[in-house]
């Protein structure tokens, strides 16, 4: 059985830093390109960053220079360290693999003084 679970999120002030987890079970982890997307209120669902098994990084421009997502094969674990946050961070961030094969509950990330 397949699960993804995220970890992290929190309330916290334009700015500051927030590191997110994403530990997957029921998957060979190593093999498979992990990504974050993020969902805010009325908008549709977008990427973040991904990491593929080689370790390549992608970035969406909005977060380029700020965000970075590494992996730990050892732990089947994702991370999104997240710094210079800012209010349209705000959202609802997920983990998925494999390009959408199963989702996180997600976790919220809310930006505000």
């Known amino acids: 059985q397949v699960q993804l679970v995220e970890s992290g999120g929190g309330l916290v002030q334009p700015g500051g830093s927030l590191r997110l987890s994403c530990a997957a079970s029921?998957?060979?982890?190593?093999?498979?390109?992990m990504a974050w997307y993020r969902q805010a209120p009325g908008k549709q669902r977008e990427l973040v960053a991904a990491?593929?098994?080689?370790?390549?990084?992608n970035y969406a421009d909005s977060v380029k220079g700020r965000f970075t997502i590494c992996r730990d094969n050892a732990k089947n674990t994702v991370y999104l360290q997240m710094n210079s946050l800012k209010p349209e961070d705000t959202a609802v961030y997920y983990c998925?693999?494999?390009?959408?094969?199963?989702w996180g509950q997600g976790t919220q990330v809310t930006v505000s003084s």
């Open positions: 998925t693999f494999g390009g959408g094969v199963s």
């Open positions: 029921g998957i060979i982890f190593r093999l498979y390109t």
């Open positions: 990491i593929t098994s080689g370790g390549t990084t």
